[in-house]
Structure formats: C-alpha cells, structure tokens
C-alpha cells in the first residue's frame, strides 16, 4: 500500500511539473524595425514575423500602437507550437515631420504575455529627392515586375477583387514592400513573404474595392525600399456597373418591389 501511495504522489508530481512547463512563448525574428527616411504623407509598413517556440498555443489577444498614427493588424487565430504568425505596422507620415520612434505592445497568452515591438525612421519633406552613390545604387534591392497593367473587366458596385502581380527582386538586398498609394485610398495590399531575397520571386495582391461606378482606371504607387525606383506605379482598370440585384427591383413609392 505505501509503495503504491509512494507511486501514485510521484505520477503527481510528474504531471504538476510538466503541466507548469507546458506553455507557448513568442519568438521575434526582429523587435526593431528602422524604415529610414521618408517623403512626408508616405504610409509605410512592416511585418513583423513570430513564431511560438513553446509547447502550448499562443493566442495574440491584442496589439496596441502607442499613438493613433500606427496601424496593426495580426495573427488573429492560435499559433501552434512551431508554428509562424504575423504583426503588421502600418505608420501614416501625413503632417509628421521628423524623427518617429513607435511602439507596438503584443499581448498573448504566452509565458511573457506582453512584448514590446518599435518602428522608427525620419520624415523628411513631401517632394524628398535623395541622391545615392552608384556603389550604393548597385547594393540596392530592385523592383521588377512583368506587367503594370491589370484588368478585372466588369464590376458590380461593392465587389471587392484582387489583382495578383509577380515580382522579383533583381538587386542584391532584401527587398520589402513598404506600403501603395493610390488616390481613391480603395486599394490595399499584402505580400506572399515580408522580405524578397535577391533573385527571388513573389506574389504582390492588390485588392480593389469598387465602390464608384462608370470606367474606372486607378494609378497604384507601390512603394518599397528600392532606392533607384521606390515607388513603382501600376494601373488597375474596371468597369463599375449597379448590382443585379438593384437593376432587378422597381420601386413604387416608398416601397421596393421585385420583378416578376
């Protein structure tokens, strides 16, 4: 009976221990990430990659920017053990001259369940003109792509669509995406990989949102570390039209009534 007692307390412990120890922990690929300098109204971001190196799920609870000028979006669903998740910073330099140094709090059910990430940079004036070395034009990462044109065809009003472009990065150093421009403020974008490699290939998405109707051709700036050409400029086109399910009621009065 004692021996058995004595083996049941130390299957106990066993399990109180490896239960304590049982827990997610985040680990950053950076904590810091230095945008440079900047012309002023330029948006930029950064993906911050994390992967959970513990036992345990880690669910990212929250992500709070200290100023209202940085943006995130995350990871919303558990990050597996092993697994990789992301955090995106998005700074709006519209009327902020000057140095910025940001910080993002991560909370998450991991054994250190708040992590301080920072961006950082100069914003310089609107019409910034940089001038840079040839050795230094050289080391730069390049943006190529293969066609500046894309087409969706016909629209209804209120889809949203995703163009799909393949770029490649013909310079020496990583390239990144920093953020587009484009003057209806319907386009947004995300990368296949935060960083593209020298020589390597990847898939940029640009989702429209055709919210005006009629011919609609929008100029999308992509912009990005390449120092020769930081601000690359596609063309999206689309034929915006009312819904079908607008076209296919006549209102009488005040109240809407179908075909029939």
């Known amino acids: 009976m004692i021996k058995k007692l004595y083996f049941l307390s130390l299957l106990f412990l066993i399990f109180v221990r490896f239960t304590a120890n049982a827990q997610g922990e985040l680990q950053f690929e950076k904590e810091v990430h230095d945008f440079g300098t900047i012309a002023e109204g330029t948006q930029v971001s950064y993906v911050f ?9 880690v669910i ?7 100023c209202g000028c940085t943006t995130p979006t995350w990871t919303k669903e558990p990050i597996l053990p092993g697994k990789i998740g992301t955090i995106k910073a998005e700074y709006n330099s519209a009327g902020r001259p000057g140095a910025f140094n940001k ?10 369940q708040n992590r301080i990430l920072y961006i950082k940079g100069e914003v310089g004036p609107k019409d910034l003109n940089l001038s840079y070395t040839p050795e230094q034009k050289a080391l730069s990462p390049r943006l190529a792509v293969g066609s500046t044109n894309y087409s969706f065809g016909k629209l209804e009003k209120g889809q949203k669509v995703v163009a799909k472009f393949r770029i490649r990065n013909n310079g020496r150093q990583p390239l990144i995406i920093q953020g587009v421009k484009s003057a209806c403020n319907c386009v947004i974008y995300r990368t296949s990989v935060p960083e593209i490699k020298a020589g390597e290939i990847a898939t940029l998405e640009l989702r429209y949102d055709a919210a005006v109707l009629g011919e609609q ?3 999308v700036t992509v912009l990005s570390n390449d120092i020769v050409m930081p601000g690359l400029k596609l063309t999206l086109r689309a034929d915006v039209v009312e819904p079908k399910a607008a076209k296919d009621i006549v209102r009488e009065g005040a109240t809407p009534k179908p075909y029939r």
């Open 49 to 57: 990659r994390v992967k959970n190196i513990g036992n345990e799920p």
């Open 103 to 112: 910080s993002i709090n991560v909370v998450s059910n991991a054994a250190t």
């Open 217 to 219: 051709k929008e100029i």
């Open 60 to 66: 990212i609870s929250g992500v709070q920017p200290s």
